[in-house]
Antibody, heavy 121, light 112 residues
Framework: QVTLRESGPALVKPTQTLTLTCTFS??????????VSWIRQPPGKALEWLAR???????YYSTSLKTRLTISKDTSKNQVVLTMTNMDPVDTATYFC?????????????WGQGTLVTVSS | QSVLTQPPSVSGAPGQRVTISCTGS?????????VHWYQQLPGTAPKLLIY???NRPSGVPDRFSGSKSGTSASLAITGLQAEDEADYYC????????????FGGGTKLTVL
């Protein structure tokens, strides 16, 4: 079955760089039409899409956060990595990775459980 | 301020029907992008509920249905049950944001 799991630090200091890893199973990111996105949710707030990487290594970023984000993949390890620079307390959120596949109409059909990242000195 | 507008909260008694609206614009829902709906139970990750406006993934009860018209979409839940109490989010894409993913602000459904 398809599973995704986020991992990374629970606490980062302001101005530091955050690195999150999404490790998945049950599908391959080399399959045509397969994509993985990162989405975050501040406590008590709405979902916010951050970035996406496609099977052909195309990358897309939130226009408001583009300068701070980098997404990459390691197909052999079934991992997608997101880095976010210059972290600020407003970036405190639960970070999710999610799969997008054309067969589900371009929706996010599988999600990881999320990892809470707190930004504080 | 979310690109897609949802009511902050809706409520209904068990067995009743409720609807949740998702209002967009000509650059997202009105630009013929599909709308997807997610259910988020407290403390859990979102779960896909409806994809491509009106399609239910395997395992989602037929009490949940979706529709889309013009620049808006709706999620309807019939035969409301206590376990339906959750946050619901709509999602689409927006051409004015280089095709970026956009979410609604979320709607808290309370089962009275």
């Amino acid at each position: 079955q398809v599973t995704l799991r986020e991992s990374g630090p629970a606490l980062v200091k302001p101005t530091q760089t955050l690195t999150l890893t999404c490790t998945f199973s049950g599908f391959s990111l080399s399959t045509s039409g397969m994509c993985v996105s990162w989405i975050r949710q501040p406590p008590g707030k709405a979902l916010e899409w951050l970035a996406r990487i496609d099977w052909d290594d195309d990358k897309y970023y939130s226009t408001s956060l583009k300068t701070r984000l980098t997404i990459s993949k390691d197909t052999s390890k079934n991992q997608v990595v997101l880095t976010m620079t210059n972290m600020d307390p407003v970036d405190t959120a639960t970070y999710f990775c999610a799969r997008k596949y054309y067969a589900s109409g371009e929706s996010f059909d599988y999600w990881g459980q999320g990892t809470l990242v707190t930004v504080s000195s | 301020q979310s690109v897609l507008t949802q009511p902050p909260s809706v409520s209904g008694a068990p067995g009743q029907r409720v609807t949740i609206s998702c209002t967009g614009s000509s650059s997202n829902i009105g630009a013929n992008y599909d709308v997807h709906w997610y259910q988020q139970l407290p403390g859990t990750a979102p779960k896909l509920l409806i994809y491509a406006n009106s399609n239910r993934p395997s395992g989602v009860p037929d009490r949940f249905s979706g529709s889309k018209s013009g620049t808006s979409a709706s999620l309807a839940i019939t035969g409301l049950q206590a376990e339906d109490e959750a946050d619901y989010y709509c999602q689409s894409y927006d051409s004015s944001l280089s095709g970026s993913v956009v979410f609604g602000g979320g709607t808290k459904l309370t089962v009275l």
